[in-house]
């Protein structure tokens, strides 16, 4: 790495992979200082943040949690309290910041990835659901700023490592057939349909191998987090939809793969703990010690593969159908399942109804191709308020159940 002292944003940084992210920072105090740290509302967590880290700025996206930040920061501390959308976008996109980890979560970090994206930053992405949604805005973004695109989805990054690279550090496809995405299965890999049906949220979060945010802990769950990083698979590396291949791996070891025409199969391996993808962004095209600890290949012993099982798994099926539906498809997909996991997390509606709600509003609501973010955000408020429409007709068909 140069000497020079990398500026980083980092959106989200109290959720799962800020607080990731924070623990690889913390570890190279000389290659990295804190431009901005941005969040929705938690003002305990973003106050400590703010202490040790010395932001120059600190976003939240709710007014009330900023004042409330804001009075709790002590007058000495030079951090700048911000909030909103427009803020998040110039923390994202400011002339100072050289890297943007983009880990909100949900369709709410689009406006700042892309603009990341279209001010020619190092663009971490963890946010999968913004390329989910924009995928083409996205990439052009990233192609007429020259931006640097780091995935930092754990099999997207392994992807990332095993690809052709070409000089300018673009993965290339010199000589890939395709790609392997690992899937652990979840917690649900061995449940019958009807063990699904009655599964609670806390069930549902319980990841054997991944400790994350409880959103993408469901989507885990329901294989949606697989459609969506197939569909992010297709959009980062440029592959047609039968390149893409998901193999259930349980146990989170084998990272994802990449097949070459001469037969090699090439992997990434290592325990699974998101500082590993993290450090490779930040440290990209350097390695930078993550303080994760080394693969001990004896007492891993046994890697099983098992193919997907779309039957009890509808949601894998319905993100390969949006993308061959294509244009603002994939963006309805990601907003139904956004709707349908946040009522099943507040418990209005069976683990089994997600694909259901999913499947219905795709059938609804008409896609287009979008030429811009407006038509992009059309069509997420167009799914959103579908499927919020069908979630009355699962919740009292759930009540009358119960009775
Ligand atoms: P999380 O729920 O733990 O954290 C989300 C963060 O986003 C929090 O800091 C929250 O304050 C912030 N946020 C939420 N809504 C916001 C809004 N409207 N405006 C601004 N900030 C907002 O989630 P997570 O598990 O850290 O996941 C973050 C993203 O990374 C998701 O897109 C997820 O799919 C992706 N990802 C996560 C993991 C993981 O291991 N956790 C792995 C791969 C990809
Ligand atoms: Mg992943």
Same mark, same amino acid.
Not at 30 to 40: E, G, I, K, V
Not at 49 to 73: I, N, S, T, Y
Not at 211 to 220: A, F, L
Not at 271 to 283: C, E, F, K, V
């Given at each position: 790495?140069?000497s020079? &002292?990398?500026r980083?944003?980092?959106?989200?940084?109290?959720?799962?992979?800020?607080?990731?992210?924070?623990?690889?920072l913390?570890r190279?105090? &000389?290659?990295f200082?804190?431009?901005?740290?941005?969040?929705h509302?938690s003002?305990?967590t973003?106050?400590e943040?703010?202490?040790?880290f010395?932001?120059? @700025?600190?976003v939240?996206?709710?007014?009330?949690?900023a004042?409330?930040?804001q009075?709790?920061?002590?007058?000495?501390?030079?951090?700048e309290v911000l909030?909103?959308?427009?803020?998040l976008c110039s923390?994202?996109?400011?002339?100072?910041?050289?890297?943007?980890?983009?880990?909100?979560?949900?369709?709410?970090? =689009?406006?700042?990835?892309?603009?990341?994206?279209n001010?020619g930053?190092?663009?971490?992405?963890?946010?999968k659901?913004?390329l989910?949604m924009?995928g083409h805005? /996205?990439m052009?973004?990233?192609?007429?700023?020259?931006?640097?695109l780091?995935?930092?989805?754990?099999?997207?990054?392994a992807i @990332?490592? %095993?690809?052709p690279?070409?000089?300018n550090?673009?993965?290339?496809q010199?000589?890939?057939?395709?790609?392997?995405?690992?899937?652990? +299965?979840?917690?649900?890999?061995?449940?019958? /349909?009807?063990?699904?049906?009655?599964?609670?949220?806390? &069930?549902?979060?319980?990841h054997?191998?991944?400790?994350?945010?409880r959103?993408?802990?469901?989507?885990?769950?329901?294989?949606?987090?697989?459609?969506?990083?197939?569909?992010?698979?297709?959009?980062? @590396?440029?592959?047609?939809?039968?390149?893409?291949?998901?193999?259930v791996?349980?146990q989170?070891?084998?990272?994802?793969?990449?097949?070459?025409?001469?037969?090699?199969? =090439?992997?990434?391996?290592g325990?699974?703990?998101m500082?590993?993808?993290i450090?490779?962004?930040l440290?990209?095209?350097?390695?930078?010690?993550?303080?994760?600890?080394?693969?001990?290949?004896?007492a891993?012993?046994q890697l099983?593969?098992?193919?997907?099982?779309e039957g009890?798994f509808p949601?894998?099926?319905l993100?390969?159908e949006?993308?061959?539906?294509?244009?603002t498809?994939?963006?309805i %997909?990601?907003?139904?399942?956004?709707?349908a996991?946040?009522? @099943?997390?507040a +418990?209005?509606?069976r683990f089994?109804?997600?694909?259901?709600?999913?499947?219905?509003?795709?059938e609804?609501?008409a896609?287009?191709?979008?030429?811009?973010?407006a038509d992009?955000?059309?069509?997420?408020a167009r799914?959103?308020?579908?499927?919020? +429409?069908?979630?009355?007709?699962?919740?009292?068909?759930n009540a009358?159940?119960q009775?």
């Amino acid at each position: 790495m140069s000497s020079k &002292q990398r500026r980083v944003s980092v959106l989200g940084s109290t959720g799962s992979i800020g607080l990731n992210t924070l623990d690889v920072l913390r570890r190279h105090p &000389q290659q990295f200082s804190l431009y901005a740290l941005a969040a929705h509302s938690s003002v305990q967590t973003m106050h400590e943040q703010c202490l040790e880290f010395q932001p120059r @700025f600190a976003v939240m996206m709710d007014a009330d949690a900023a004042a409330a930040l804001q009075r709790k920061l002590p007058a000495e501390c030079a951090t700048e309290v911000l909030h909103g959308q427009d803020a998040l976008c110039s923390v994202a996109s400011a002339d100072e910041v050289d890297t943007v980890m983009a880990a909100i979560v949900g369709a709410a970090g =689009l406006p700042s990835t892309l603009a990341a994206a279209n001010a020619g930053k190092h663009v971490l992405l963890a946010n999968k659901e913004s390329l989910v949604m924009g995928g083409h805005l /996205l990439m052009r973004a990233v192609r007429q700023s020259g931006a640097t695109l780091l995935p930092i989805d754990s099999e997207h990054n392994a992807i @990332f490592q %095993c690809m052709p690279v070409d000089a300018n550090g673009t993965p290339g496809q010199r000589g890939v057939s395709k790609v392997l995405l690992t899937a652990s +299965g979840g917690p649900f890999r061995n449940w019958s /349909l009807a063990q699904m049906r009655d599964a609670t949220p806390d &069930q549902a979060c319980a990841h054997p191998n991944w400790s994350m945010g409880r959103k993408i802990s469901v989507d885990s769950a329901s294989l949606m987090n697989k459609g969506l990083e197939f569909i992010e698979a297709c959009w980062i @590396f440029d592959l047609r939809p039968d390149q893409v291949e998901v193999v259930v791996h349980p146990q989170s070891i084998i990272h994802s793969l990449v097949q070459y025409v001469d037969g090699s199969l =090439l992997a990434q391996l290592g325990n699974p703990d998101m500082r590993t993808p993290i450090a490779y962004g930040l440290g990209w095209p350097e390695r930078l010690e993550s303080g994760v600890a080394p693969l001990d290949l004896i007492a891993t012993a046994q890697l099983d593969f098992e193919a997907p099982d779309e039957g009890r798994f509808p949601c894998l099926r319905l993100a390969r159908e949006a993308v061959a539906a294509g244009g603002t498809s994939m963006a309805i %997909c990601n907003a139904a399942n956004e709707i349908a996991v946040a009522a @099943f997390l507040a +418990g209005s509606v069976r683990f089994t109804d997600i694909p259901a709600i999913i499947e219905k509003t795709l059938e609804e609501v008409a896609a287009v191709e979008p030429t811009s973010l407006a038509d992009v955000e059309a069509a997420d408020a167009r799914a959103r308020e579908a499927a919020s +429409g069908q979630l009355a007709m699962y919740t009292d068909n759930n009540a009358l159940r119960q009775n």
